[in-house]
């Protein structure tokens, strides 16, 4: 029997839970040995059981595919992918083309490259000139010289410098005509001297051409050692070897010597060429001479 003033503890009921009251809460009933009560199934937490990492190569599951261009994690990049950077793009070799190396050569180079291109215009353009003043004058001495051999007389050649110096010593020489070796010599002396001025005449000019085909290689080799220096120069500055940084500038500084030996070449055939074509001239030049001095000789042997 439990003593008085002590409370007898309620047995547990076995029954059945009273039925609940439709729109009365749920008392929820804590069992103090039995930890925290479980909450709802609606208000329980995500299944926090381990998964299985993503194997590389994968996508994780539930994922579509990634946008167009996006690298996807553990996966090699697709061939043809852009994947330089804003260092690797700077690398990127320039145009190499010879307006594009031009451009991009320093101020000096590009000087000398403007140079050895004005000497080249030179060159053909005396070439051009020389050589139809050359036929010009070639047409008309083969002219004169064959009119000169068919003349009879001094008088009947046709007008011409080597003719009118001939008519003006015999002149001079009129007082003096028993002196016909003295005549001669003079005579002579002044075709040979006119001999000189033709080839004189023909020859200016073309001594630029000899200027040009002795300088322009070494005018090139100029811009080619001072675009080599500034080379030299970038790629200590960029601390790095590769090619795309030290090609484009020996490629530009090498421009200057091919302009240079583009430049000298056709100057020295031409030059030999137009110092060939002014030998010939004067030897036509020469035998209108020996014409004419045949001419004063036959005319100073019908004087004795």
Request: hydrophobic share 50%; aromatic share 4%.
């Amino acid at each position: 029997m439990p003593t008085t003033g002590q409370r007898v503890p309620a047995a547990p009921s076995t029954g059945p839970a009273p039925a609940a009251t439709p729109g009365a809460p749920i008392a929820l009933q804590r069992n103090p040995a039995a930890g925290p009560a479980a909450a709802p199934a609606s208000q329980q937490p995500a299944s926090t059981t381990a998964q299985p990492a993503p194997v590389a190569g994968q996508m994780p599951a539930g994922e579509g595919p990634p946008p167009e261009g996006e690298a996807v994690p553990g996966l090699p990049p697709a061939e043809g992918a852009a994947t330089a950077g804003p260092a690797d793009t700077a690398l990127l070799p320039r145009d190499l083309s010879v307006w594009g190396m031009f451009l991009a050569a320093d101020w000096l180079v590009q000087a000398v490259m403007v140079g050895l291109a004005a000497a080249s215009v030179i060159t053909w353009t005396v070439f051009l000139a020389k050589s139809l003043e050359m036929a010009a004058a070639f047409r008309r001495q083969r002219a004169v010289l064959r009119a000169v051999d068919s003349a009879p007389s001094l008088d009947a050649a046709p007008a011409d410098p080597l003719v009118d110096a001939a008519r003006a010593e015999r002149r001079l020489s009129g007082d003096v005509q028993d002196d016909r070796d003295g005549v001669k010599e003079r005579v002579g002396s002044r075709l040979e001297r006119l001999e000189t001025a033709a080839g004189r005449r023909m020859l200016k000019g073309t001594g630029v051409l000899a200027t040009i085909g002795a300088t322009a290689p070494f005018v090139g080799l100029f811009g080619t050692v001072w675009g080599i220096m500034n080379s030299f120069i970038g790629i200590s500055r960029a601390q790095t070897t590769n090619l795309a940084v030290v090609a484009p500038g020996i490629a530009e500084a090498l421009l200057a010597t091919a302009l240079g030996l583009a430049a000298a070449i056709p100057a020295v055939v031409i030059y030999n060429h137009l110092a060939r074509r002014v030998a010939a001239y004067r030897a036509l030049v020469g035998d209108t001479s020996a014409a004419v001095l045949r001419l004063v000789s036959r005319e100073l042997g019908k004087c004795r």
